[in-house]
């Protein structure tokens, strides 16, 4: 299994604080999680992207020195992107895609959406074949009441969705996730981990959650769609 977003680079942004937090975060994952894309905080209003990048690639060099020789999941560099209104405009979000994919994991704005945003999104793909993934999609409430049409738009135009593994531990929510992922309205889970208190990597706990409730089909979806979207 893949952890498609985390806050585990250290010094970036609200999350890791530093390469120790970083390395413990790190160890918190079993070995069924192989992969884990690192995705920080990336707002146009704070810096540029190639600012972003350059911030990136120390903080990744920190990480790769305190983790040589370790045993942790192999780490890709990515970006959670704050939708940003012109997004469609910027050719410069292909340097913030998932490593090895053309995905870019955005992050809506927690008002209500409507329907020029979802297009702006679907414009991106259209213009720069870049696949947009809309970030926890349960923090919006799984994209229903005010949203709804703004998100089923997105989702009939190749929208991608991706859903926090918080999501899985009540059984209601649990219940919501896996309905959609088997209708394809959900494609990827990540912990959305940011520290080792109230935000910690909690994959495993969640793969463990689905299993039980006999869900095991989802996560086989989870998975085909990473090999589906992204070289590793
Ligand atoms: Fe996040």
């Given at each position: ?53 350059k ?8 990480l ?6 370790k ?18 405009n ?99 889970i ?43």
């Amino acid at each position: 299994m893949v952890d498609f977003h985390s806050h585990i680079l250290p010094g970036m942004d609200d999350g890791s604080k530093s390469e120790k937090e970083s390395i413990d975060m790190l160890g918190e994952y079993s070995d069924r999680i192989t992969d884990v894309f690192l995705t920080p905080h990336f707002y146009p209003d704070r810096e540029s992207p190639n600012e972003f990048l350059k911030r990136r690639e120390k903080s990744a060099e920190v990480l790769r020195n305190a983790i040589e020789g370790k045993n942790v999941p192999v780490l890709h560099l990515g970006a959670e992107v704050g939708y940003y209104e012109g997004i469609h405009n910027s050719e410069e979000m292909e340097k913030l895609v998932i490593s090895g994919s053309r995905l870019l994991l955005v992050e809506m704005p927690f008002r209500d959406w409507n329907l020029r945003m979802a297009d702006e999104l679907i414009e991106l793909n259209r213009r720069f074949g870049i696949r947009p993934v809309m970030a926890h999609i349960d923090r919006y409430n799984f994209g229903k009441g005010p949203n709804k049409k703004a998100f089923q738009h997105f989702l009939n135009n190749r929208g991608l969705v991706q859903v926090n593994a918080e999501a899985v531990m009540s059984m209601l929510s649990r219940m919501k996730v896996v309905s959609m992922i088997r209708k394809g309205e959900i494609h990827f889970i990540g912990s959305d981990a940011h520290n080792m208190l109230m935000r910690k990597p909690n994959l495993d706990i969640a793969i463990d959650k689905l299993i039980k409730a006999k869900s095991e089909d989802v996560l086989k979806d989870l998975d085909e769609n990473v090999n589906k979207y992204i070289n590793r």
